[in-house]
């Protein structure tokens, strides 16, 4: 039962192409450089940042995803830097899919007051995904045994990306767009349409995402953050659930982080538009030293999948060089974003 549903889910639909296609994260406040490139350079460092997400754990075939990203100024000794760069690169596999993938990434920042401390920031990325289906592996239900989408097998194929993304941030918000990848490929390049059916492809991912700090006191700070998520293909009229994600925060003593996030998604392919609970999760982050952070979080789902797993697992690791201090606008233990 547990590998039919995955076939159906993943499947069935068209290999994804009505669902989200790029891998998600809970802890997407501290992993911004992999769905926006104009974040480059916003902890004025060199950083290195490292994701793990498990999804849906015990259920076969569940997403794994991982991800490394590095990035800085382009002048880590200058107070401020107009230039920033970075690199990415990721593995994510669900069921018998897997693709992986490296962007290069440009941002261009231009200070917004005489003290660097609001900066608007514009970023470029370029790269290319490694898709692989092992559709041949799957034992189909009679019917579909014949069925060429679901028994040929993908191997390798290149699929070179370009995206684009625009930041705001200061020391107490921050404000963000992005649209990873623009070039909707084909997975197979060798699918063509027939009966009105579209092939499976990438489709264009939009993210909207935003946070402020407010300060409690010396000792404690709240912080909340979202993050909306949205596919659509006008040409196609393909489009998946508008999914948002609700952070609250609160910092405490400028070391740690204890949070709570809601996802909910929205049908947009109905008439009905009321938001759909998704996930609840919880999220603890600390800073170790003034370069060393690491944090966890955990997601219990609140749709029918809830019976078919025990729930998804994030770890995050993260190293600024000791630039980072030195760049601080105001001296602090923990960079609020």
């Known amino acids: 039962m547990k590998k039919l549903l995955i076939i159906c889910l993943l499947v069935l639909p068209g290999i994804t192409s009505l669902a989200q296609q790029d ?3 809970t802890m997407y406040m501290f992993n911004q450089q992999m769905i926006n490139p104009a974040y480059v350079g916003a902890r004025n460092a060199l950083s290195i940042n490292g994701l793990y997400r498990n999804q849906w754990v015990s259920m076969p075939g569940a997403p794994e995803t991982f991800n490394i990203g590095v990035h800085t100024p382009g002048d880590v000794n200058a107070d401020f830097s107009r230039a920033a760069f970075g690199a990415v690169i990721f593995n994510d596999r669900i069921s018998v899919f897997n693709q992986t993938g490296a962007y290069f ?4 920042r231009i200070p917004m007051d005489d003290q660097n401390r609001t900066i608007m920031s514009f970023g470029l990325q370029a790269g290319f995904v490694n ?28 699929l070179p990306q370009f995206g684009f993304g625009a930041y705001l941030m200061s020391d107490k918000y921050y ?9 909707q490929n084909k997975y197979d ?8 059916q579209e092939v499976a492809r990438q489709l264009r991912h939009y993210f909207l995402m935003g946070g ?10 709240l912080r909340p953050q979202m993050i909306a998520k949205y596919v659509f293909n006008s040409g196609k009229n393909i489009r998946s659930p508008l999914s948002m994600d609700y952070n609250l925060s609160l910092i405490v003593m400028d070391r740690f982080n204890i949070g709570a996030s809601f996802r909910t998604n929205t049908n947009a392919l109905s008439s009905d538009l009321t ?22 979080a955990y997601d219990y789902n609140l749709s029918e999948l809830s019976a078919y797993n025990d729930g998804t697992h994030e770890i995050m690791i ?5 630039q980072a201090i030195k760049a601080f606008a105001t001296p602090r233990f923990i960079r609020y974003f």
């Open 23 to 25: 891998p998600q994260f």
């Open 105 to 108: 990434q440009y941002a261009y």
């Open 131 to 158: 898709f692989t289906a092992n559709l041949s592996e799957l034992n189909p239900r009679d019917g579909f045994t014949s069925d060429l989408s679901i028994s040929q097998d993908i191997r390798n194929a290149f």
């Open 175 to 183: 404000a963000g767009f992005s649209i990873p990848h623009l070039i």
């Open 189 to 196: 390049r060798e699918a063509v349409t027939t009966n009105n």
């Open 212 to 221: 402020y700090v407010f300060d409690l006191g010396t000792n404690f700070k």
């Open 275 to 296: 938001s759909r609970s998704d996930a609840v999760s919880i999220i603890l982050e600390t800073q170790v030293t003034k370069n060393l952070r690491m944090g966890y």
């Open 318 to 322: 993260g190293y600024d060089f000791s």
